[in-house]
């Protein structure tokens, strides 16, 4: 479109300059001439077809003219039609000219955007409202409405209930006051059934054997319970709640000692080890790394065997909950990176015979 009208405006310039010479009674005959052959083409002709580059020309060149002289042309289309197309091309020029401004708020910084995702996804009882107060504490200046735009966009409710509490939040964030206990069973080389109870702590993961028997009385129980608050009370512990699952072996008698030092008990759904996953999972650690890789002939080798691994699990064995550290033994300090130690030398100390291996620097 550009070339073509830059070729019509040239062809155009030269006529004009072709009509200069010439007198006002020739441009007249020729001017009368014209209109004649098109009167005759509009007599003959359907209705013609303007391009973009027609129109252009003819807005360019009769704009100027007034209306009511429009109308005594002799012209192919209506004056107001010329006035339009004009109209048209000034929008046209206006626009590739004229950059328009951006409307409404400017966009959100993508920092402040992602901060905002943050603190909903740590905080799942915050709304938009309390999101929107710990930023302004923050010194960030942004509407409680962008706050609620950005939670939304990201499938968020802006609501406080965005997400009720689960068992596991509850108990990561009640660690340092529980205490889980449980029984579980394993027999012997005779196939005698002898039944164990251990206790372990939430927060530090140390676990405790209380004993082992082969007839888990009402008794027994009491007497294991009155040694739990005796082993709690010489280490100074915190705990305030002792999870248990609904196992007939533990009896009223059995909460209500514990009851008397303070420890209420909290017992799990039926049928739902979940709630005692902890307790589970060192059962399960047991058995893999103790139990099914020895053969206990009775009562006291299973004791001592458990003591072994107690002293074991709680004195050497890392946890990834702990970043590697046991329950009663810091992670050390780091050393140099071995491949610029001269000598290292480490020692393997054997419990039980083999089944639980320890390794330690040589003093």
Not at 73 to 90: E, G, K, S
Not at 223 to 240: K, P, T, Y
Not at 248 to 265: E, M, N, P, W, Y
Not at 309 to 324: C, D, V
């Amino acid at each position: 479109m550009l070339l073509r009208l830059a070729y019509l405006a040239a062809t155009n310039t030269l006529a004009l300059l072709r009509l200069l010479p010439m007198s006002d009674r020739d441009k007249d005959t020729e001017i009368l001439a014209l209109r004649h052959q098109l009167l005759v083409l509009q007599r003959q002709a359907r209705k013609p077809v303007f391009t973009e580059t027609d129109r252009a020309i003819l807005a360019g060149l009769l704009h100027q003219l007034p209306k009511d002289k429009l109308r005594h042309l002799l012209l192919l289309v209506h004056p107001d039609t010329i006035l339009r197309w004009h109209r048209n091309l000034l929008k046209r020029r206006h626009a590739t000219t004229c950059t328009p401004k951006r409307r409404g708020r400017p966009p959100t910084v993508r920092s402040v955007r992602a901060l905002v995702l943050r603190l909903a996804r740590e905080n799942s009882s915050w709304g938009y409202r309390r999101i929107h107060g710990e930023l302004a504490t923050l010194g960030i200046k942004v509407a409680a409405s962008t706050v609620w735009e950005i939670l939304r966009e990201h499938g968020i409710p802006p609501t406080p209930e965005r997400h009720s509490t689960t068992w596991a939040d509850f108990l990561r964030s009640q660690a340092d006051a529980l205490l889980a206990c449980d029984f579980f069973e394993t027999r012997t080389l005779t196939g005698a059934r002898l039944y164990v109870f251990a206790v372990i702590e939430h927060s530090t993961l140390r676990i405790r054997v209380l004993g082992v028997t082969a007839h888990p009385t009402a008794q027994w129980v009491v007497q294991v319970g009155r040694n739990l608050l005796m082993d709690l009370e010489d280490a100074g512990s915190r705990s305030r709640f002792l999870i248990r699952d609904r196992d007939s072996k533990f009896t009223q008698a059995f909460d209500a000692v514990l009851a008397d030092a303070g420890l209420r008990i909290v017992r799990s759904g039926i049928r739902m080890p979940r709630m005692n996953s902890i307790m589970e999972r060192w059962i399960q650690t047991c058995r893999r790394e103790l139990l099914d890789r020895t053969l206990i002939w009775n009562q006291s080798h299973l004791l001592h065997a458990l003591r072994e691994f107690e002293a074991f699990y709680n004195e050497h064995r890392p946890h990834r909950t702990l970043e590697h550290a046991a329950p009663l033994r810091p992670i050390p300090e780091p050393i140099s990176a071995p491949g610029h130690i001269s000598h290292l030398e480490v020692h393997r100390r054997d419990r039980l015979g083999g089944t639980l291996h320890e390794y330690r620097h040589v003093a």
